[in-house]
């Protein structure tokens, strides 16, 4: 009787794993709509796009390194009008990893994705978030002058206090073709190669993305000490209010969900590969600039994995994903 018990139970587990992930997928479409959703309505009061990092107030040089994150501007939108508003109060003059970002232990509801594992134990999960805005296919310094999404950075002095960034003229490929956010893992542990990024040391720098793969360990899951200055497998998603890209954001020039993160010595400089990636079979769930909420399977075309990923212009060499990143790129994209 116990063996038929037993049977049973393993025959019944699949299916109710599978019931819990088809309704976490569709939980985490719906956080997707309600961000979307958010960019467009930020649009309709501004005239333009957020920032996906910037300064909320006005600050003199050398005192910030102008990296809050778009997700501060985004708040009214999402039912926190009122975090904002203390926010912008306190914290709208501050660098948000500081400790005297006075409202950062907030939990955001809408910005985590039910699929994803539980995090490393030491982090504070009241910061974290899943859901990281797409910078495009560039894996140069990210900086206004570089960036092939839809989505800019303001990170100088005269720029801060400035609220809002691009507009929607300027997604020349059209806001159903460019993507707006997706996801990424948080590390469940010290091992989760999604989470994995690292300094490159100087001189060592990579410029195409099979590079980085290269100098990853794909058998032991991280970067020997020869390439890497250290294993930082607990930067994405711990902090919402940072819009650092290795917190907040997401270049697309490798395909999702399969390759390791990279990043050159200054994390703050946002230079640097950080692919997405979800706990989701297949592949990761993305919003576009028209607010369109879609899946994108693990096995899109990625384009050439060896082209050089610095200096761009025109059309992405990373195939079909690398098209969805760049807001003016012209290429043709296909359903």
Not at 154 to 161: C, E, K, N
């Given at each position: 009787?116990?063996?038929?018990?037993?049977?049973?139970?393993?025959?019944?587990?699949?299916?109710?794993?599978?019931?819990?992930?088809?309704?976490?997928?569709?939980?985490?479409?719906?956080?997707?709509?309600?961000?979307?959703?958010?960019?467009?309505?930020?649009?309709?009061?501004?005239?333009?796009l957020p920032w996906h990092q910037g300064q909320l107030s006005v600050v003199?040089?050398?005192?910030?390194?102008y990296r809050q994150s778009g997700v501060l501007l985004l708040l009214p939108?999402?039912?926190?009008?009122?975090?904002?508003?203390?926010?912008?109060?306190?914290?709208?003059?501050?660098?948000?990893?500081?400790?005297?970002?006075?409202?950062?232990?907030?939990?955001?509801?809408?910005?985590?994705?039910?699929?994803?594992?539980?995090?490393?134990?030491?982090?504070?999960?009241?910061?974290?978030?899943?859901?990281?805005?797409?910078?495009?296919?560039?894996?140069?310094?990210?900086?206004?002058?570089?960036?092939?999404?839809?989505?800019?950075?303001?990170?100088?002095?005269?720029?801060?206090?400035?609220?809002?960034?691009?507009?929607?003229?300027?997604?020349?490929?059209?806001?159903?073709?460019?993507?707006?956010?997706?996801?990424?893992?948080?590390?469940?542990?010290?091992?989760?190669?999604?989470?994995?990024?690292?300094?490159?040391?100087?001189?060592?720098?990579?410029?195409?993305?099979?590079?980085?793969?290269?100098?990853?360990?794909?058998?032991?899951?991280?970067?020997?000490?020869?390439?890497?200055?250290?294993?930082?497998?607990?930067?994405?998603?711990?902090?919402?209010?940072?819009?650092?890209?290795?917190?907040?954001?997401?270049?697309?020039?490798?395909?999702?969900?399969?390759?390791?993160?990279?990043?050159?010595?200054?994390?703050?400089?946002?230079?640097?590969?950080?692919?997405?990636?979800?706990?989701?079979?297949?592949?990761?769930?993305?919003?576009?600039?028209?607010?369109?909420?879609?899946?994108?399977?693990?096995n899109i075309d990625s384009g050439n994995q060896n082209a050089t990923g610095?200096?761009?212009?025109?059309?992405?060499?990373?195939?079909?994903?690398?098209?969805?990143?760049?807001?003016?790129?012209?290429?043709?994209?296909?359903?």
């Amino acid at each position: 009787m116990i063996a038929i018990i037993a049977i049973l139970i393993g025959l019944l587990l699949p299916a109710v794993q599978k019931v819990r992930e088809a309704a976490a997928r569709t939980q985490c479409t719906n956080n997707f709509k309600q961000l979307g959703l958010a960019i467009h309505n930020f649009e309709s009061t501004t005239g333009a796009l957020p920032w996906h990092q910037g300064q909320l107030s006005v600050v003199p040089a050398s005192t910030v390194n102008y990296r809050q994150s778009g997700v501060l501007l985004l708040l009214p939108y999402l039912e926190q009008a009122a975090l904002f508003a203390k926010i912008e109060a306190t914290d709208g003059d501050k660098d948000p990893w500081w400790a005297t970002f006075l409202n950062q232990n907030q939990k955001i509801p809408g910005l985590l994705c039910p699929s994803d594992p539980a995090p490393l134990p030491a982090s504070n999960t009241t910061q974290h978030t899943n859901y990281m805005f797409c910078l495009g296919d560039s894996i140069d310094q990210i900086q206004s002058a570089r960036e092939r999404g839809m989505f800019t950075s303001y990170q100088t002095p005269a720029l801060s206090g400035v609220r809002t960034g691009l507009k929607f003229k300027d997604i020349k490929d059209g806001t159903s073709n460019t993507l707006a956010m997706a996801e990424r893992r948080r590390a469940s542990s010290g091992s989760a190669r999604d989470m994995t990024m690292t300094y490159i040391q100087a001189g060592n720098w990579f410029t195409t993305p099979n590079q980085c793969r290269a100098s990853f360990d794909f058998a032991n899951r991280s970067f020997p000490t020869s390439v890497a200055q250290g294993d930082l497998t607990t930067w994405s998603g711990v902090r919402w209010h940072d819009g650092g890209s290795g917190f907040s954001g997401i270049s697309t020039n490798a395909a999702p969900n399969s390759s390791p993160a990279c990043c050159w010595v200054r994390w703050d400089a946002g230079s640097g590969m950080y692919p997405p990636s979800s706990a989701h079979t297949g592949g990761v769930v993305a919003v576009f600039g028209d607010a369109s909420v879609r899946f994108i399977t693990n096995n899109i075309d990625s384009g050439n994995q060896n082209a050089t990923g610095t200096g761009l212009s025109g059309p992405s060499p990373f195939g079909i994903f690398g098209a969805m990143g760049t807001r003016a790129g012209e290429e043709a994209i296909s359903q």
